[in-house]
Nanobody, 113 residues
Framework: VHIVESGGGLVQPGGSLRLSCVAS????????MNWFRQSPGKEREFVAA????????PYTDSVRGRFTISRDNAKNTIYLQMNSLTPKDTAVYYC???????WGQGTQVTVSS
């Protein structure tokens, strides 16, 4: 299993970023994938998930309405579109094969003026 996130960076408050996560080594279209994030000094927290078909997409309350998770099974990729970013969204964002210990290395998102 191999999972790689990308798309992080520095953005001003109110801005947008789109994260990508490419996975391989398993039947991608059949599994739920998750986005988590971890800020300095805090525990890793759940952000959003997407079922294999894309029909089920739960979000944590703090991002609902601002973030959108999606997937392209033909590309073995999930995305996290993040809009209206605030400094509280600053974290390392991780992609996870749901229910397993398979994680990517993370991508840093920094929201600052």
């Amino acid at each position: 299993v191999h999972i790689v996130e990308s798309g992080g960076g520095l953005v001003q408050p109110g801005g947008s970023l789109r994260l990508s996560c490419v996975a391989s080594g398993f039947t991608f279209s059949e599994v739920t994938m998750n986005w988590f994030r971890q800020s300095p000094g805090k525990e890793r927290e759940f952000v959003a998930a997407i079922s294999g078909s894309g029909d089920f997409t739960p979000y944590t309350d703090s991002v609902r309405g601002r973030f959108t998770i999606s997937r392209d099974n033909a590309k073995n990729t999930i995305y996290l579109q993040m809009n209206s970013l605030t400094p509280k969204d600053t974290a390392v964002y991780y992609c996870q094969y749901s229910g397993t210990t398979h994680w990517g290395q993370g991508t840093q998102v920094t929201v600052s003026s």
